[in-house]
């Protein structure tokens, strides 16, 4: 062997410990680099969502534990930590009391309407202390008008309740990769939504009908008989009462109705969020349950069926995540022997 060939082995050989003593020092560099790729990985994996199981019973389990998930999340956007369920009290707030103050109750009462309906009414009888047809008739008229806004209210919850099931589809994380499950509970929401409208409207509507069918008759004592009658009105030559006279009635209806305006004020609120509100917090989606107890087990790998491109996106990561923990465990494997 030459003296060039031996001074070239030697001087490779320190090449190769130089570049073995940087390749060790660069190791926990290495190593760090990797073991953060892990958690990002990971991480990326979480929001994804972990792969579907395929036994029936796990994947009831976890149908029911995303139904709890948004059933949380709408409570909380109905009693605060998430915006949306404020709006309900503006409804009531506002959006009732203004709708209470433009029903057309001076046109209802007015001299000419009073007259009208009087007239109209049988028997008559002003020396009676009770209201009697003429008032009866003038009083159920005038809160026929009361139904419009308690009907309004009801729908104007509605609205707001669905629009909160939307957002709570939406900002559960779990749904957004299973639209088929997302599609079903926000039908059976909305299923149960609609029938909370429906009792709420016959409950509103019921306590309007129940002032009209019952008439205070103890409001009308309170005042002077002649106030009700007019004492032995006056009449105008033609035999008929004078103006004062059905303007002192419409006075004292309009007192009566006022009277009950600030009861369907604070009836109506209370009947709505006993009917709609209270119900949808407690159990929105009661029915589905019940449902989800008759599917078969294909009927449930339907339910979860997620986005192709999201199971793509999860086996490249899965694969990749792979790949970093077997480089992480070679690095490993190289420190402790070294």
């Known amino acids: 062997m030459t003296v060039a060939v031996v001074e070239g082995n030697a001087t490779l050989g ?53 139904c709890r998930a948004f059933e949380q999340t709408f409570k909380e956007h109905l009693v605060g930590g998430r915006p949306g369920g404020d709006r309900i009290h503006v409804v009531f707030e506002h959006q009732l009391t203004a709708a209470l103050r433009k029903i057309p109750m001076d046109r209802h009462l007015s001299v000419k309407n009073v007259k009208r309906v009087v007239y109209e009414a049988d028997g008559y009888q002003p020396h009676l202390v009770a209201p009697e047809l003429g008032y009866r008739r003038l009083i159920e008229g005038a809160l026929t008008y009361f139904r419009g806004p308690a009907e309004a209210s009801v729908d104007a919850v509605h609205i707001i309740l669905k629009e909160l099931v939307r957002k709570t589809i939406a900002g559960t994380q779990e749904l957004r990769r299973l639209p088929a499950l997302q599609s079903e509970i926000a039908a059976a929401a909305y299923e149960a939504l ?122 490249k990561c899965s694969k990749r995540l792979a790949l970093c923990r077997s480089a992480r465990d070679e690095i490993e494997s190289i420190l402790w022997t070294s």
């Open 14 to 66: 320190f090449q190769n410990l130089q570049l073995e003593s940087v390749i060790r020092a660069r190791i926990p560099d290495v190593a760090s680099l990797i073991s953060r790729s892990i958690d990002d990985i990971e991480s990326e994996l979480n929001i994804l969502g972990r792969p579907i199981p395929i036994d029936g019973g796990a994947q009831l389990y976890t149908i029911l534990e995303l």
């Open 194 to 315: 609609e029938k909370f409208r429906e009792e709420s409207k016959k409950t509103t509507l019921r306590l309007v009908d129940m002032e009209s069918s019952y008439i205070n008759v103890d409001f009308f004592r309170k005042f002077p008989q002649e106030d009700l009658t007019g004492g032995i009105p006056a009449t105008s030559p033609s035999g008929r009462f004078s103006e004062a006279h059905f303007q002192r009635i419409g006075s004292t209806v309009s007192s009566y109705v006022d009277m009950v305006s600030h009861t369907l004020k604070n009836s109506i609120p209370k009947a709505v969020v006993h009917c709609q509100v209270r119900e949808a917090k407690q159990g929105l989606l009661n029915h589905f349950y019940t449902q989800l107890g008759s599917k078969e087990v294909n009927q449930l790998t339907e339910l979860l069926a997620e986005h192709p491109e999201l199971m793509a996106k999860r086996e």
